[in-house]
């Protein structure tokens, strides 16, 4: 039996390039036709974050609490937005996305929530934290510019700006593309700066990406009964934290960060 191919649902030209929905069965995801996916759902099951990246971008929650307040730094299609709005309803969230194309898209393809727990602002995020009236637990960034990591990220300015919108026990998930190792360290070493070391990353192989998380303050320790700590964590969440911290422990040298 063939396959029944992905069709186009949607596609735009924009000032940040040729927007695209596609769908195949119940998969539906957008990318901006460069071979990249930026965002995909699972339409009936919104409990379910199909990307790696995104699950990876909530491993932070290994050493924090709850988040109560989120915000998203580059929103795409909103899948966090929305997997938050259905596996965790009482959870706050601002998703900052300069695009008005790609707002929309969120919001008439991707199920982005509508209502008093989740807006969408159109809107530079390098202005959004200027003047942001909130404090949040967990900040999510995640913005590439031709598939890499726009160098204003990393600037001391805009992570010192955010370190300020975090409570006392947040953090921030920053995804780092880069082309080298170089490169990486370079970047690393701006966020260690500004967050007092208090960092750890999380590679995905088969993937370019890396995750830094970077607290606010010292975070809560793993507990001793680490196994059944991330069981519970997995059952609640759906996210595959035993291995996130498996990679972590092989990503993160003693007494680097947080480790």
């Given at each position: ?6 069709h186009?649902?949607f ?17 539906r995801?957008?990318d ?15 409990e ?11 491993a ?16 795409g299609?909103?899948?966090?937005a929305?997997?938050f709005?259905?596996?965790f309803?009482?959870?706050v ?8 194309v790609v ?14 727990n ?22 999510i960034i ?5 598939q ?10 805009f ?13 921030v998930a ?6 080298d190792?170089?490169?990486?360290m ?10 007092d070391r ?18 606010n ?6 507990p ?14 759906g996210?595959e ?6 990679q ?12």
């Amino acid at each position: 039996m063939s396959q029944f191919p992905p069709h186009l649902v949607f596609e735009q030209q924009s000032g940040e390039g040729d927007v695209r929905v596609w769908q195949q069965y119940d998969r539906r995801w957008l990318d901006f036709n460069d071979g990249l996916v930026q965002s995909e759902i699972i339409l009936n099951n919104p409990e379910i974050l199909p990307l790696p990246l995104n699950r990876a971008m909530l491993a932070g929650i290994l050493f924090a609490e709850m988040p109560k307040r989120v915000l998203l730094a580059g929103t795409g299609g909103g899948a966090t937005a929305r997997y938050f709005d259905n596996c965790f309803p009482d959870v706050v969230g601002d998703a900052v996305e300069k695009s008005e194309v790609v707002a929309e898209v969120a919001r008439d393809y991707f199920e982005f929530p509508v209502g008093n727990n989740w807006q969408i602002h159109t809107e530079d995020i390098v202005d959004y934290v200027q003047h942001c009236p909130y404090k949040y637990d967990l900040i999510i960034i995640d913005i590439a510019i031709e598939q890499k990591t726009p160098e204003w990220i990393i600037e001391r300015e805009f992570l010192k700006q955010c370190r300020s919108l975090l409570t006392d026990n947040g953090h921030v998930a920053l995804n780092l593309l880069v082309d080298d190792g170089n490169a990486f360290m370079h970047s690393l070493s701006a966020v260690r700066e500004v967050f007092d070391r208090q960092t750890a990353c999380l590679s995905l192989p088969n993937y370019r990406n890396t995750v830094i998380f970077a607290f606010n303050n010292t975070p809560q320790n793993i507990p001793k009964e680490v196994d059944e700590y991330l069981a519970s964590l997995e059952a609640s969440w759906g996210v595959e934290f035993g291995e996130f911290y498996q990679q972590m422990l092989k990503d993160n040298p003693h007494h680097s960060g947080v480790f």
